[in-house]
């Protein structure tokens, strides 16, 4: 399955939570709520499959992941010891395209992983321009001159806050440590991922 391309505002009335994470879906003039389409107002009691699919998908529409993506990082993050959707969570903040996002260098994840494809910027000195790359924890993210004037980063660098597992200094962010399970994606049940996938 290829990456959602549609509306998020469509798919966060759907979920019902901010999938941009800045609540603009549900700013003034978009204050529906309910799910989209002609019987969205309806409430029907979802069964657990519907339950654990809506949360893996709540996390590939925020993340921007397709369904391959996911699963390998689900298999990736199983191997590993510890609370597998902890885990989880933390390899997929861990990806480029997000860290690029979360350092305030972009407004949204789709632009981070536009500016990242393009090659605008370098991970310890290197070209990255793979979004999905898994940075190590004390990687350098470097902005490349190039585009340090552009209004776009410009604009993000103003508005955008930056997280606290990123040190960030002009155009340089360095990703200091795993962020917190209690620090991000509050409105993901880790768990029924796990489950989805272990059923």
Not at 44 to 66: A, I, T
Not at 114 to 137: C, E, R, W, Y
Not at 174 to 190: G, M, Q, S, V, Y
Request: glycine letters at 6%.
């Amino acid at each position: 399955m290829s990456r959602y391309l549609g509306s998020m505002f469509k798919r966060s009335r759907r979920f019902g939570i901010s999938l941009l994470e800045n609540n603009k879906e549900f700013s003034k003039g978009k204050k529906r709520t309910t799910a989209p389409g002609q019987h969205g107002a309806k409430r029907v009691k979802p069964s657990d499959y519907q339950l654990h699919l809506y949360e893996k998908q709540k996390v590939r529409y925020m993340y921007g992941l397709n369904e391959r993506q996911f699963k390998n990082l689900f298999i990736s993050a199983s191997k590993k010891k510890g609370v597998t959707g902890v885990i989880l969570l933390q390899m997929i903040e861990s990806r480029l395209d997000n860290l690029v996002f979360r350092a305030g260098f972009a407004r949204t994840r789709a632009q981070a992983r536009q500016f990242v494809t393009h090659g605008h910027f370098l991970v310890n000195g290197h070209k990255a321009d793979i979004p999905s790359m898994i940075i190590p924890v004390g990687a350098k993210i470097e902005l490349k001159p190039s585009l340090e004037n552009n209004k776009e980063v410009v604009a993000a660098s103003e508005v955008m806050t930056i997280s606290p597992w990123l040190k960030r200094e002009k155009n340089t962010a360095t990703f200091t440590r795993l962020p917190e399970r209690n620090e991000f994606a509050k409105e993901i049940n880790d768990a029924l991922i796990v489950e989805y996938y272990n059923r």
